[in-house]
């Protein structure tokens, strides 16, 4: 079992930038892919970045590559989401999530997931 909390979310103006953490919790997260995902209101959750286990692979979406950066440390049990050059549409609540399968880009392929932090960008 694997437990996620987020935190770092917030309100900035576009163009600004945010950190998020993802806190993990048991004993198996640093053999687990982690990934982000964010959900705005009225539309699906969607696939942000994600990290190999070993922090070997990243993968992102086309609408946050080259702002976003994904990265772990797993003597911290923790991932993070460097968000840069942030957009209005960024806007969502984030989600952090974990699975011991492979990385992949549809949420309902991960195992476990936070309870999500809000990112409000003001234009």
């Known amino acids: 079992q694997v437990q996620l909390v987020e935190s770092g979310g917030g309100l900035v103006q576009a163009g600004g930038s945010l950190s998020l953490s993802c806190a993990a919790s048991g004993r198996t997260f640093a053999r687990s892919a982690a990934g982000w995902f964010r959900q705005a209101p009225g539309k699906e959750r969607e696939f942000v970045a994600d990290?190999?286990?070993?922090?070997?692979?990243?993968t992102y979406s086309d609408s946050v590559k080259g702002r976003f950066t994904i990265s772990r440390d797993n003597a911290k049990n923790t991932a993070y989401l460097q968000m840069n050059s942030l957009k209005p549409e960024d806007t969502a609540l984030y989600y952090c999530?974990?699975?011991?399968?492979?990385?992949?880009?549809?949420?309902?392929?991960?195992?476990?997931w936070g309870q999500g932090t809000q990112v409000t960008v003001s234009s």
């Open positions: 999530a974990a699975t011991e399968a492979g990385t992949s880009s549809v949420a309902r392929q991960w195992q476990y």
């Open positions: 990290i190999a286990w070993n922090g070997f692979t990243t």
